[in-house]
């Protein structure tokens, strides 16, 4: 069965870094198009970075320039480097396919002022 499961959210301040990992098992991301989305309280889930299979890359405008996601074959794990957070960073960022299937927990960033 496919499972994605995210970790490394956190708090920090404005202007600080933090690295988001995706852990799948089910599938490999070489062959798959897959991306982070994420969801602040009210707003909708919106896609901020997606990969192809062949390792193209897409960035919303609100991030670009300041979040990159790669991945690791090996372990197959998807990640998202954030840096320069700002305060409307905050919010629950998921990972999943960019045909999205079921979602999971997702994992918290609050960025603080």
């Known amino acids: 069965q496919v499972q994605l499961v995210e970790s490394g959210g956190g708090l920090v301040q404005a202007g600080g870094s933090l690295r988001l990992s995706c852990a799948a098992s089910g599938f490999s991301f070489r062959f798959v198009a897959t991306g982070w989305y994420r969801q602040a309280p009210g707003k909708e889930r919106e896609l901020v970075a997606g990969?192809?299979?062949?390792?193209?890359?897409t960035y919303a405008d609100a991030v670009k320039g300041r979040f990159t996601i790669s991945r690791d074959n090996t372990k197959n794990t998807l990640y998202l480097q954030m840096n320069s957070l700002k305060p409307e960073d905050t919010a629950v960022y998921y990972c999943n396919f960019l045909q999205p299937g079921a979602w999971g927990q997702g994992t918290q960033v609050t960025v603080s002022s």
């Open positions: 990969i192809s299979a062949g390792g193209s890359t």
